[in-house]
């Protein structure tokens, strides 16, 4: 099975990028539907982007969409999330997850992933 190890977090200034990477053990990474989850303390996990086996499909939450952006290598059984223009309510630990359902319109929802890694924290100051 796949594990995940997410790096990349910080802590930056309001307006500030970072770029998270997530990192998988498994050869068949290019087989499963990936995405960024985050939770912040006493909320929730909620869907940040997602992105489709080949890459060629991402969705995003509205909160982040524009600021954003999900890709992965496949090739280097890695993803990433671009981080740009962060604001203060970005604060959380995030995740990365992998699943294998991919299912259409669901892929922001975090029971459709089976495999999490432990999460990387963001801290965005004002």
């Known amino acids: 099975q796949v594990q995940l190890v997410e790096s990349g977090g910080g802590s930056v200034q309001a307006g500030g990028s970072l770029r998270l990477s997530c990192a998988a053990s498994?050869?068949?990474?290019?087989?499963?539907?990936m995405g960024w989850f985050r939770q912040a303390p006493g909320k929730g996990r909620e869907g940040v982007a997602a992105?489709?086996?080949?890459?060629?499909?991402?969705y995003y939450a509205d909160s982040v969409k524009g600021r954003f952006t999900i890709s992965r290598d496949n090739a280097k059984n890695t993803l990433y999330l671009q981080m740009n223009s962060l604001k203060p309510e970005d604060t959380a630990t995030y995740y990365c997850?992998?699943?294998?359902?991919?299912?259409?319109?669901?892929?922001?929802?975090?029971?459709?992933?089976?495999?999490w890694g432990r999460g990387t924290q963001v801290t965005v100051s004002s």
């Open positions: 997850a992998a699943g294998s359902l991919c299912r259409m319109g669901r892929l922001l929802i975090p029971p459709e992933y089976n495999i």
């Open positions: 992105i489709y086996t080949g890459g060629g499909s991402t």
């Open positions: 498994e050869y068949k990474f290019s087989t499963y539907c």
